[in-house]
């Protein structure tokens, strides 16, 4: 992916796209099923998977993903979520999504960061 910003919208249905086939919608997802369906999408985009978790939100379990693509000043950040039960995996970026793990992607990417620099 070049240096350009995608449009948040467009960088959510594109992504979004491309793993519409990869997920069954009427069957348990696996933590590890579900990181190597997000691990597959986001490396054909040179997106970089920041963590991954499982949480309960609203009484349902899911699996959550937060992710970013681009660098620098054009890094963008996306939250991936998929019931646990099946169902469709939601794509959206960090800056339209109200999930709450959603606020931490970019500060666990900016402590990544850090980390490297002193490694």
Do not use: W
Request: glycine share 12%.
């Amino acid at each position: 992916m070049d240096d350009i910003q995608l449009d948040d919208k467009e960088l959510e249905d594109t992504l979004a796209a491309s793993l519409a086939d990869l997920v069954p919608e009427a069957k348990k997802v696996s933590e590890d099923e579900f990181v190597e369906v997000v691990g597959g999408a986001l490396e054909a985009v040179g997106g970089t998977l920041l963590f991954k978790m499982c949480v309960q939100n609203e009484g349902e379990g899911q699996h959550v993903a937060a992710a970013s693509i681009g660098d620098g000043g054009n890094r963008q950040f996306l939250l991936l979520t998929l019931p646990t039960g099946g169902g469709a995996l939601k794509v959206e970026t960090t800056s339209r999504s109200t999930n709450p793990v959603a606020g931490i992607a970019a500060a666990y990417a900016g402590l990544m960061d850090v980390f490297k620099t002193a490694a």
